[in-house]
């Protein structure tokens, strides 16, 4: 059983005997947060906010489905997420944070990072794919280019879903029993098995240089997901004062209904199979 928090939001019963929120209660609470994501939505769009949320930890901490969570319910021109490949060779000969830069939030968004330019800090250093003059300039130049964009007035939050080894282990038991799953253990995910020791030094070091006042990291106990996209949307929706108001009801006038017995019909080969 977990040991409690002085936080926690629901009595002993609404857990299983392995301290996990039952399943009802938190499909329950996570679309109550969804309504809430809703209403910060709105703020956003109406007060023209420009919000950054970075999404770091290592693989198969649950990432992008707390991200997949949050954008379940909300407008994708407003919520967007950015996942980006590896970087061509015309990126590469960019300064670093370029190919960041052009996806940062214009007024009235929220861009959710699925990764970001930690990139440098925690694969690129421990895969060899970044030079240690490279991963020391960034060490120093980050704090500043997070600084400018703060200074600009883009919100920004980084969070940093912490998974045990067991539990990482697990996840990938799990994904390569599953055919439908097993996309998501790339080569990178194989190697990153064998040097966690060195992961967890590169982490430590980068939390030593970017843990900043103005751009704190949030640590997210990811062993359990139910836990984990609750606390980090719980955590992301308190970092506003937004209206709590729910959307009006939009007044939907009567319909005309409209006959029209000249218009000639798709022929029916036109129609995909109708298997369902």
Same mark, same amino acid.
């Given at each position: =059983?977990? @040991?409690?928090s002085?936080?926690?939001r ?5 857990y299983?005997?392995h301290?996990?929120?039952r399943k009802?209660i938190y499909?329950?609470e ?6 809430e994501?809703?209403?910060?939505q ?11 949320v @970075? /999404? ?12 997949k969570?949050?954008?379940e319910?909300?407008?994708p021109?407003i919520v967007?997420?950015v996942? @980006?490949?590896?970087?061509? *060779? ?7 944070f ?6 940062l939030?214009?007024a009235?968004?929220?861009?959710l990072?699925d990764?970001s330019w930690?990139?440098r ?5 421990v895969m060899?794919?970044a ?7 960034f =060490?120093?130049?980050?704090?500043? /280019?997070?600084? =400018? ?6 919100i920004l939050l980084?969070y940093?879903f912490?998974?045990?080894e ?9 994904r ?6 097993r996309?998501?253990?790339s080569?990178? *995910?194989?190697?990153?098995r064998e040097l966690w020791a060195e992961?967890?030094r590169?982490k430590?070091?980068m @939390? ?7 751009a704190?990291?949030? =640590? ?7 836990h984990?996209?609750l ?5 992301l929706?308190e970092?506003?004062?937004y ?11 009567p ?5 029209? *017995? ?7 080969e036109?129609y995909? *199979?109708?298997?369902?």
């Open positions: =059983m977990q @040991l409690l002085p936080s926690r629901f009595s002993d019963d609404a299983d005997k301290g996990i929120l009802e499909e329950k996570l679309a109550r947060l969804k309504e994501l809703a209403k910060l709105r703020t956003i769009t109406d007060e023209g906010l420009r919000i950054v @970075l /999404f770091e930890g290592r693989d198969a901490a649950g990432k992008g489905g707390t991200i969570r949050i954008t319910k909300t407008n021109r967007r997420t996942a @980006l490949g590896k970087p061509s *060779d015309r990126e590469r000969s960019q300064w670093y370029q190919r960041y830069v052009s996806h939030p214009a009235g968004e929220m861009v990072f990764r930690y990139n800090a925690g694969v690129e250093r060899g794919f030079t240690a003059e490279e991963v020391a300039l =060490m120093h130049t980050c704090p500043e /280019f997070e600084h =400018m964009l703060v200074e600009e007035g883009i980084k940093w912490s998974v045990s067991e539990t990482q282990e697990q996840r990938f038991q799990a390569a029993a599953d055919p439908a799953k996309w998501k253990i080569p990178m *995910d194989l190697k990153s992961y967890s590169a430590d070091e @939390l030593r240089y970017t843990d900043l006042p103005y704190p990291w949030r =640590m997210v106990d990811a062993d359990v997901k139910r984990a996209r606390n980090c949307i719980s955590n929706l970092q506003f004062d209206s709590r108001d729910l959307p009006p009801v939009p007044d939907l006038p319909r005309e209904w409209s006959h029209d *017995d000249n218009r000639t019909a798709k022929p029916h036109s995909i *199979d109708r298997l369902y």
